[in-house]
Every structure is written in C-alpha cells, then in structure tokens.
C-alpha cells in the first residue's frame, strides 16, 4: 500500500503486511516525511505530540485495536455507557 503527498508536502511512504505464521502479521510503516518550516515545525510538532512516528505509532495501536477486537478501546466512556450508569 503506498502513501503520497497531502497538503502539498512533499511526503511519501509505504505500509508492508507480512505473513507471522501463527503470530499473526507483521506491519511495516516507512514514512518519508519533511517537516515543513524546518527546525521550529519540528518543535511545533513536538510541544502538540505531532511528530509524524508519534502519530504513526498511535495510528497502527488503534488500526491493530480495530482488526484484533473490531473497537478501539477509549479511556472515556461513551454516551451510551454514560446513559447506563445514570439508570
């Protein structure tokens, strides 16, 4: 599966599924990815956790979270559990 550019940044990169036998599949994320406004984008993105391996981190948890359980578990409830517990 390959990514490219968004937003008119020049990014791009690939996502490899490998067979894990019966450990399940193995997931490679290779991100090519230039900051834009250099050394302060790169502090920018560090102060709000928007460093591009952070988010890719945290998206491939959740799309693992999704596969593996069909939900992406939360530390908050939901309206419905809310509307529940007030019952």
């Known amino acids: 599966m ?5 937003c008119g940044y020049p990014n791009r990169g690939c996502i490899e599924f490998r067979d894990a036998g019966n450990r399940g599949t ?3 994320a290779t991100i090519n990815y230039d900051q834009p406004f250099g050394t302060l984008g790169r502090l920018i993105s560090r102060i709000f956790q928007r460093k591009p391996k952070m988010q890719a ?3 491939l948890r959740r799309f693992k979270q999704l596969m593996e359980t069909g ?3 939360t530390s908050s409830c939901s309206k419905q559990q809310l ?3 007030r019952n």
């Open 26 to 28: 193995v997931v490679v």
């Open 57 to 59: 981190q945290r998206d």
């Open 2 to 6: 390959g990514i490219r550019r968004r």
């Open 71 to 73: 939900e992406i578990a």
């Open 83 to 85: 509307k529940e517990e």
